[in-house]
């Protein structure tokens, strides 16, 4: 035989007894639901949460693109374009003269 709890929330009379959502209605009344627990409105009004995330979480995805990427790509390019340059000069082909600068610069660190 079930045993009928005095704890029970869906009791009538603590449903009765429970605060009411503060929000308005379109017709200018309270609304009669029930109030989340540790909340002043309804389930339906902005219960436990009151809308969507802080930030813009739906931006980021994946991280390819991030600040800390692109810097990171970008001097992987660099070193890539110094190796060629050096790979280059080593097998005897003639340098331009902006590659010859960066050559010099390369050699000067």
Not at 64 to 92: M, P, Y
């Amino acid at each position: 035989m079930l045993k009928h709890s005095t704890d029970n929330p869906m009791q009538p009379e603590r449903l009765a007894a429970a605060p009411r959502c503060l929000a308005k209605t379109r017709a200018g009344t309270e609304c009669q639901a029930p109030a989340v627990n540790g909340n002043r409105r309804c389930r339906m009004h902005g219960g436990k949460r009151s809308g969507a995330p802080n930030g813009n979480r739906n931006a980021w995805r994946h991280g390819d693109r991030s600040a800390e990427t692109e810097e990171q790509l970008k001097a992987v390019r660099q070193a890539n374009r110094d190796l060629r340059l050096i790979t280059k000069f080593r097998q005897g082909q003639t340098l331009r003269g902006s590659e010859q600068d960066r050559l010099t610069a390369l050699t000067k660190k």
